[in-house]
């Protein structure tokens, strides 16, 4: 058999992953992006969005666990969970391991994308059919801007922010999601990593720091994400959010109470990144 391989076009690295894979299970353009799976004898099946992965079925958890439990953890009693991206559904089925959740609504402006996953990512897309979640195809910072005191937790599950995705990290937006999150809401997006994004991260921390009163960084590393010391940002109206603030009873293969806290940077060093001491 031949090898064949898929060279990762991630506009942010200044690397190029390379992967062998044995098939292409799916390639296609929609309406707003080019949606490619493919098939790796490592990774197992691998969802590519405009030539950056997105995902693979065998490390797909260091990054759903982590984005998903670390603020629904922070919260006493999540029960209205949104997702902003996400198609895939890998991080609503994180939030629908949580008894509290009553509704989880997934907003994802690309239907083709939870088509594929229903399809090739049986164990990504479990949650579409539970009857706690709703779907809906829209533009999450449209969708957003309707809302006022509405959600306990806001999570945005997105693409880099280059493109339509861009938006997602912008004060503005930040501000509709504070409108939108009850008064001791939580919020956490992904923002890049510590290596090779650092003034994304900085720039998204500060904006992040005008709106919320509560404002960190959390991190998991991701084998797969160019830069793999991958951070979240987390902005809360009330609530702490270096512990959990309940017992952590779902199951999970890495995040944990432990896990948890372990994901927090130091203070110190959390705060030479953002004054610029931290230097690279
Ligand atoms: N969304 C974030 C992927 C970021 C990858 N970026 C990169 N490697 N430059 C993942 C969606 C999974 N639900």
Known sequence: MRDIFFLERDPYAPIRHCYPITKVLYESKSEYQEILVAESPEFGRLLVLDGV??????YEFTY??????????????????????GGDGGTLREVLKHSS???????DI??????VSKKF????????????????????????????????????????????????????????????????????AQTESIYYHLDMIKRIQKDLSR?????????????????????????????????PCRKVSVQTKLYSEDMHRYSFLPESFYKSLLDGSFKL
């Open 64 to 85: 759903h666990e982590f984005l998903a439990h670390v603020p629904l953890h922070a919260h006493p009693n999540p029960e209205n969970v949104l997702i902003i991206g």
């Open 121 to 188: 990512f049986p164990t990504l897309s479990s949650g579409f059919k539970d009857p706690r979640a709703i779907v809906v195809h829209e533009d999450g910072y449209k969708y957003v801007q309707d809302y006022t005191d509405e959600f306990d937790v806001i999570i945005v599950d997105s693409t880099d922010p280059v493109g339509f995705a861009h938006v997602l990290t912008t004060e503005e937006f930040f501000r509709y999601v504070h409108k939108a999150l009850k008064e001791d809401g939580i919020f956490t």
């Open 211 to 243: 709106v919320f009163p509560i404002v960190d960084l959390f991190v998991s590393n991701i084998p797969i994400y160019a830069g793999y010391w991958w951070t979240f940002s987390i902005g809360s109206k009330k609530h702490p959010v270096r512990q």
């Open 110 to 115: 690309d239907k083709e994308v939870v088509e």
């Open 101 to 107: 959740v009553k509704r989880a609504v997934l907003v």
């Open 53 to 58: 992965v997105q995902l693979d079925e065998k």
